[in-house]
T-cell receptor
Framework: GAVVSQHPSRVICKSGTSVKIECRSL??????MFWYRQFPKQSLMLMAT?????????EQGVEKDKFLINHASLTLSTLTVTSAHPEDSSFYIC??????????FGPGTRLLVL | AQSVTQLDSHVSVSEGTPVLLRCNYS??????LFWYVQHPNKGLQLLLK??????LVKGINGFEAEFKKSETSFHLTKPSAHMSDAAEYFC?????????FGSGTQLTVLP
């Protein structure tokens, strides 16, 4: 089956620094990738939808200047959390959609901001 | 617009007994529906999906779900729970643009 990877799987950073998370579709091309955020014991909340070669579409309440999304190729999307603060600590999950509109999820990235 | 409601935030069953996780959906057109499982600190694993074919959908690990349009439900069942089934389960409905997740049901399996 289709595989989506995320790197890193977990990251700890100091408050005020920026963190980049990569999402890759390993064996298919994904014109659309999605970024979700999950707080402990809560459901996934869609943050943004990114289409290859164009600007991401952010959900209401998500700061686009804080969560920078780049979808530079059909197999790679990156989420950069800029000037991270402790309240940004969360589990970030990406997914990638293939040509048949099936969506595959990455294993997630645990971010802890100290 | 679409929405999904998972009726139970927590379900506890004994090992070897049946599992029922309830899900109701709302959609303005024929939806695609999914069940995902998430083990602690792990990503999502697709259990099964309904895409307008057979209303009874069989998934992995012995799980199945039945799409009932008249009841707008897509409940997940398993005849006999195993300890390894303990996890968080999400019912998901697919819209034109994105997936909408239910709030999740935490399944506990007691020995």
């Amino acid at each position: 089956g289709a595989v989506v990877s995320q790197h890193p799987s977990r990251v700890i950073c100091k408050s005020g620094t920026s963190v980049k998370i990569e999402c890759r579709s390993l064996d298919f091309q994904a014109t659309t990738m999605f970024w979700y955020r999950q707080f402990p014991k809560q459901s996934l909340m869609l943050m943004a939808t990114s289409n290859e070669g164009s600007k991401a579409t952010y959900e209401q309440g998500v700061e686009k200047d804080k969560f920078l999304i780049n979808h530079a190729s059909l197999t790679l999307s990156t989420l950069t959390v800029t000037s991270a603060h402790p309240e940004d600590s969360s589990f970030y999950i990406c997914s990638a959609r293939d040509g048949r509109r099936s969506q595959y999820f990455g294993p997630g990235t645990r971010l802890l901001v100290l | 617009a679409q929405s999904v409601t998972q009726l139970d935030s927590h379900v506890s069953v004994s090992e070897g007994t049946p599992v029922l996780l309830r899900c109701n959906y709302s959609s303005s057109y024929s939806p695609s529906l999914f069940w995902y499982v998430q083990h602690p600190n792990k990503g999502l694993q697709l259990l099964l999906k309904y895409t307008s074919a057979a209303t009874l959908v069989k998934g992995i690990n012995g799980f199945e779900a039945e799409f009932k349009k008249s009841e707008t439900s897509f409940h997940l069942t398993k005849p006999s729970a195993h300890m390894s089934d303990a996890a968080e389960y999400f019912c998901v409905v697919s819209g034109a643009r994105q997936l909408t997740f239910g709030s999740g049901t935490q399944l506990t399996v007691l020995p």
